[in-house]
């Protein structure tokens, strides 16, 4: 038996250019018995509320019908929203000859995080293998879509039902989103079963990235032994082709990177996606001489090439002359156009036109925001003009923590690194350091002491070792404040922070998209009240 995992990397609701990528791959697969696509590749993942439009859903079916009229001896498995009387699966539909032979509806539809399945599909209470023939044999298929895999979570054994059924192998397709640690917590899943149950099972994922979300691939089949017969790239489309009548050589170096590469390839393609399927092609950086805005500039390099990525450095009075200097050495050792725009007139200006509020009082946060916001109305309006987007630079510790300056800091499309802590900033650019033929990154950048520079010696009021994972704690893991004193965090250092995480949820909500990498990232995964007096109390 021969089998294809077409781990594709289809647009959220582009349905003509998708259905096209999936006939392309059907029609250059001619030799495989099976071919199996990723869940709702047809429309892409996630839908959202376009799974509301009803011409959209006849559209998807209308696409679907186009392509089945292409498949024949093989066995073809497509993901696609399906309407049947007046309810809405996530489906699989299994096709071959030109007919579509049966569906396998979603099962079990994830509500947590960032998914929100039941606000539009109906959960299915079918578990039954689909039978089909290869090459003249009969074949009992088990299919199962994404969280049925997880069903043991569930107490709902979906896996061990259709091979009570007569399942001969089981076909699970997936839109998983990378998050760290993921590819072990899928490949644990599915050794241990393979090897209970003596049974292949097969996974296609999907890959490419929308919006908040990345989707690493990483297709994999694993034999009756539970041994990982194939496995396919990370971040990138593959076509992983499996031979039972032959060995398959495990691509190893892509299945064991660091836990640095993985995230730089992330956010790399995050970012990289983000700009392609929004017709952009330019970014906008503004380069402050610091880690963040040199982390984010590295990414976007690697992402959309250096001759789409803008450097620019706004110098104010405050501004020291080693944080110029490292922001033109990052833009020359990155190769990017790089400009100066002093903003000193400028807010002297301002200063002056509001001095019915501002003559005569002291200098404090209202005239270090004003440096931050007029440093954001710069980059926006070059990028208007240059028809570029701006990249937000904010990391996790400093939204949580409500550290950054909404207009100002805050600004931009696409939060590159705002789901990375403070402390990961710095691994991960020691890690592209150390990974490139020369420092990319300059060392004065990594080493010196963070400041936003906006006053005279003014430095970030923050241990970053210490603070940032507890503000993990507090966003991932969702330790209460006891729990973390335990740990042996300072009580006061805690309800502090507790405080500052609290009151900055309207920052939040004004912030960029941020690409997600971790189990817990702000935006769509995580919903709290904006107004919100709920305190924690012994």
Known sequence: MKIRLAQINPIVGNLESNAQLIIRTIKSSGEYDIIVFPELSLTGYPPQDLLLDSNFIHKSAEMLETIKEIVGEQIVIIGFPRRNGNDLFNS???????????????????????????????????????????????????????????????DTRITETLIDKGAELIIN???????????????????????????????????GAQDELVFDGRSFIINSD??????????????????????????????????????FMALSLGVRDYFKKSSFSKALIGLSGGIDSSLTAAIAVDAIGKDNVFGISMPSSFSSEHSMKDAYSLAENLGIKFETIPINNIFTE???????????????????????????????????????????????????????????????????????????????????????????????????????????????????????????????????????????????????IYRRIYQSEYKRRQAPPGIKVSEKAFGAGRRYPIINQYRERK
Not at 127 to 141: Q, T
Not at 233 to 256: C, G, P, R, V, Y
Not at 465 to 482: A, G, K
Request: some cysteine; overall charge negative; glycine content about 6%.
């Open 173 to 207: 397709i997936s839109a998983s989103p990378y998050r760290k640690n993921i590819l072990d917590k899928r490949l644990k899943l599915c050794v241990d079963k393979s090897y209970r149950l003596k049974y292949y099972f097969i996974y296609c994922n999907l890959v």
């Open 92 to 154: 699989a539909a299994v096709i071959s000859k030109g007919e579509i032979i049966g569906y396998h509806d979603k099962i079990l539809l994830p509500t947590y995080d960032v998914f929100d399945e039941k606000r539009y599909f109906k959960s299915s209470s079918i578990i039954s293998p689909i039978k089909a023939e290869i090459n003249g044999a009969p074949l009992s298929i088990g299919v199962q879509i994404c969280e049925d895999l997880w069903g043991d979570d569930y």
């Open 350 to 496: 301002f200063l002056g036109e509001m001095g019915s509020f501002f003559a005569g009082t002291d200098s404090g946060l209202a005239e270090e925001n004003l440096q931050a916001r007029i440093r954001g109305n710069i980059l926006m309006s070059i990028a208007n003009k240059i028809n570029a987007l701006v990249l937000n630079t904010g990391n996790k510790t400093e939204l949580a923590l409500g550290y950054c300056t909404m207009y100002g800091d805050m600004c931009g499309a696409l939060g590159v690194i705002s789901d990375l802590n403070k402390k990961e900033v710095y691994k991960l650019s020691k890690w592209i350091n150390d990974s490139s033929k020369g420092p990319l990154i300059p060392r004065n950048s990594i080493e010196k002491e963070p400041s936003a520079e906006l006053k005279e010696n003014q430095y970030d009021p923050f241990d970053y070792n210490i603070v940032s994972p507890l503000v993990d704690h507090i966003i991932n893991d969702i330790f209460d404040q006891e729990t973390l004193t335990n740990m042996g965090y300072d009580p006061v250092l805690v309800k502090d």
């Open 226 to 263: 539970g041994d990982v017969e194939c496995m396919g790239k990370a971040f990138e489309e593959d076509m992983i082709d499996f031979d039972s009548n032959q060995s398959n050589a495990l691509n190893k170096s892509k299945s064991q990177m660091s836990e640095c590469e993985e995230l």
